[in-house]
């Protein structure tokens, strides 16, 4: 990071914004209310706790929990005392999870037991049978040693989130206070797991230098103990985990936190807490502004917030966010290098905070370059955005050959995105040079798609294409090849994935085929199968 910047830890942030704001208020959920020194104290005993159930410092403690205040706890808990945070993506489903949980080397998994309709206990029980014996014996992930649920009964399969907090009022002060004060900040703190080109996720590493990031951004965004953020981005994903949680303890900003996006619910606390800052992707935007024109709420309180635009999709949605929310910034960032690598600032022009992706943070070196050569793009003109800082990923957990070929010799990042620096030295995001699809925000790789598609025992062959989607910005559209003498319909299909993959991979549409367009070195052409695709499927 440097050495003018003094390091800090994540697991620190809580007792050094108890110190500093103790009794003001810093998270609001569901009607209560919870003050600084309030958490700072909650994640102490939940951290003790860890301490007694023997997590030692390098243990990988998966999360796999919605928005709520129990989310926050743990994520500085398991930081405080030198252990690995792997964030699971809530929408994920048995094998999604399965496959996390044992390529992390996790040995403790946290839940909520249910969270609406979705039963994540059921879940688990699911993924590890051996669960009923009160042990995980699985070989999918033979490192997973305990499984602790959120309430206070107590179960052969879980152990309770009270019986944690117990545990931690018999660890000696002195050994808690050690086990903090070693932490080191170059070690690695958290896994954000991101879908490649590999056709499976990939965990990629960081250290504690997101704090640098977020005090670099909250001056540039001029975020104090003022603002009120309100967060419905989910806490697993990077822009969430970054700008919600870590960014209050830093700038003593109040969070308001929902358990998941929903406009209506949004647009009432915003008006009901008086939020002052607002984040997400075009897609939230959209349907905030949709759900305001269907029954107009007092947004006068908002006055910023990061709308990531560039795309031409993104343009008209973050226009008029401006004219009817508050004056958003645009953005560029990855799991691998962190949010906000580029950032307009609140005296940027209309234009530059629509039509451009921001100017690149103070510690970061943007490129655009000629993706055949190597060799930079003059101004203008598109290219691979390539991104080098003291935030890169560490690398992908397990994967040196995924690692080497994202980062270079030199640092740099090949992002697989197209985009082009302009005149004004702002980069403009224009796309993905990869196969990758983007739905409603989620990244999904269509190989592991896939993959999953082809384990049905009927299908020979898919290949998973994008397909334009006026909510979602693109869907996912599956083109299958059953074995000889095999017919499925394209409820089959779907049925075989609904439960087992999240939601947001299923494709929207199938289409059956006979064969595939191959190209001469025996590669499926998924341009011919998306022109295929606009023919044959009629936009809803």
């Known amino acids: ?61 998966a999360l796999w929990m919605v928005n709520r205040p129990e989310f926050i706890e743990t994520m500085f808990a398991v930081l405080k ?130 704090v640098r990031n977020l005090i670099d951004r909250a001056f540039r965004m001029a975020i104090t103990p003022a603002d009120a953020i309100m967060m419905y981005l989910p806490l697993f994903h990077l822009f969430g985990f970054s700008d919600g949680v870590l960014m209050s303890m830093v700038t003593g900003a109040r969070q308001v936190l929902t358990e998941t996006f929903d406009p209506d619910e949004s647009l009432a606390l915003v008006e009901q807490e008086r939020a002052t800052v607002l984040h997400g992707f075009d897609i939230h935007f959209k349907e905030l502004m ?11 309180s908002v006055r910023t917030g990061i709308l990531a635009s560039g795309m031409s999709s993104s343009v008209p949605i973050a226009r008029k966010a401006r004219k009817v929310l508050g004056r958003f910034l645009s953005g560029y960032g990855m799991s691998e290098f962190g949010v906000g690598a580029a950032l307009s600032a609140l005296d940027s022009t209309e234009e530059q905070c629509t039509e451009a992706s921001g100017f690149p943070a103070p510690g970061y070196e943007i490129r655009v370059v000629d993706p055949q050569t190597g060799r930079d793009q003059p101004p203008g003109v598109p290219g691979e955005i390539l991104v080098r800082s ?68 009927g299908i020979d062959l898919a290949a998973v294409v994008s397909f334009p989607d006026s909510r979602l910005s693109e869907v996912g559209v599956a083109f299958v090849k059953c074995h000889a003498g095999c017919s499925l319909t394209d409820v089959e299909v779907l049925s075989h994935c609904k439960g087992r993959i999240a939601s947001f991979k299923i494709p929207r549409h199938v289409v059956f085929v006979d064969d595939f367009p191959m190209t001469s070195s025996g590669k499926i052409q998924k341009v011919k199968l998306r022109e295929e695709a606009v023919r044959r499927i009629t936009p809803a």
Request: charged share 25%; glycine share 12%.
């Open 1 to 61: 990071m440097g050495d003018w910047f003094s390091k800090q830890t994540l697991g620190s942030l809580p007792e050094r914004a108890a110190r500093r704001w103790g009794t003001r208020e810093a998270l609001y959920f569901k009607g209560r209310r919870w003050s600084f020194a309030e958490l700072s104290a909650r994640v102490d005993r939940l951290a003790r706790g860890l301490i007694g159930l023997g997590v030692a410092p390098g243990d990988k403690v």
């Open 81 to 210: 005392i030198g252990a690995i945070l792997v964030a699971v993506n809530t929408r994920l489903r048995t094998d999604d999870v399965a496959y996390i949980l044992g390529q992390s080397d996790s040995s403790v998994l946290i839940i909520a037991e249910r969270s609406g309709p979705v039963d994540y206990l059921g879940m688990v029980k699911e993924l590890a049978p051996s669960l009923r014996h009160g042990q995980p014996n699985e070989a999918r992930f033979p490192r997973l040693r305990r499984v602790i649920s959120l309430g206070d009964a107590a179960g052969a399969e879980t152990l309770p989130w009270t019986a944690v907090q117990e545990a931690g009022d018999t660890v000696d002060e002195a050994l808690f206070g050690a086990r903090a004060e070693a932490v080191d900040p170059d070690a690695t703190a958290f896994f954000m797991y991101t879908s490649g080109t590999t056709g499976f996720p990939k965990g990629a590493m960081h250290d504690h230098a997101i």
């Open 390 to 457: 003291y935030m890169t990923m560490q690398g992908y957990y397990g994967k040196p050959e995924e690692t080497a070929l994202a980062i270079d010799g030199d640092g740099w990042v090949h992002s697989g995105d197209m985009g082009v620096i302009r005149a004004d030295g702002h980069l403009r995001f224009m796309g993905r040079y990869k196969d990758m699809l983007k739905i409603g925000g989620e990244n999904v790789d269509p190989m592991e798609v896939e993959a999953f598609l082809m384990s049905h025992a």
């Open 290 to 300: 949709e759900a305001h024109e269907r029954f107009p709420r007092d947004v006068s």
